[in-house]
């Protein structure tokens, strides 16, 4: 089976501190992992992925991700909030079975930012 | 150039009608999709094409019914609307089935009234 849990339902920072965003997957083989963000009406964008390479992943706007086996953790990480980050972000997990591709959207985490 | 564009952004009709959502992505990409968000923001697949082909039709009403003319469009019928449709409808592409990321349209909210 293949799951994926976001661990935090809402997040609070201050602009200018860090920024984390707990991610778990549960998955019985190598999967490919992935963070997007979804800003209010909009649709969402790809942050960045694993894919069984580098465990350290950078992605676009200063964040960056790390795969962690050990753990079962993809965290989202960026050193220094803007306000601009602020919305909705959703750990993805995908990978390849006897039925095919499956990809499972985790319940999204909520960033807030506070000047 | 938008990427992958939906229309229409924001569609309220009325119980039993019949509606379409259509999708269109100009980036090549061989795979489409179609998700639904809810209001508690969570994302379910509902169909995935693959060069215009279906391999993926998740437990969704039969009203729902997608056509893919050709690998640039995916479209989304819907025939007797109820309330509980109400939702945001996201198209998506892919390079590839599964494992390179998606490309997300900007949504098409619908209201059921």
């Known amino acids: 089976a293949q799951s994926v849990t976001q661990l935090d339902s809402h997040v609070s920072v201050s602009e200018g501190t860090p920024v984390l965003l707990r991610c778990n997957y549960s998955s019985s083989y190598s999967p490919s992992l992935f963070w997007y963000v979804q800003h209010p009406n909009k649709g969402l964008q790809l942050l960045l992925k694993?894919?069984?390479?580098?465990?350290l992943v950078k992605g676009i706007n200063g964040f960056e991700a790390e795969f962690k086996k050990s753990e079962t953790s993809f965290h989202l990480t960026k050193p220094s909030a803007h306000m601009s980050d602020a919305a909705e972000y959703f750990c993805v997990v995908s990978r390849l079975g006897a039925g095919g591709f499956k990809t499972i959207f985790g319940a999204g985490t909520r960033l807030f930012v506070k000047a | 150039d938008t990427a992958v564009s939906q229309t229409p952004k924001y569609l309220v009709t009325q119980m039993g009608n019949d509606k379409s959502i259509k999708c269109e992505q100009n980036l090549g990409h061989d795979t489409m999709y179609w998700y639904k968000q809810d209001s508690k923001k969570f994302l379910k697949i509902m169909f995935s094409?693959?060069?215009?082909?279906?391999?993926i039709n998740e437990t969704v009403p039969n009203r729902f019914s997608p056509k893919s003319p050709d690998k640039a469009h995916l479209n989304l019928h819907i025939n007797s609307l109820e309330l509980g449709d109400s939702a945001v409808y996201f198209c998506?592409?892919?390079?590839?089935?599964?494992?390179?990321?998606?490309?997300f349209g900007s949504g098409t909210r619908l209201t059921v009234v």
């Open positions: 694993y894919t069984s390479a580098a465990t």
């Open positions: 998506a592409s892919s390079q590839e089935w599964g494992e390179s990321g998606y490309t």
């Open positions: 094409y693959n060069n215009k082909e279906l391999i």
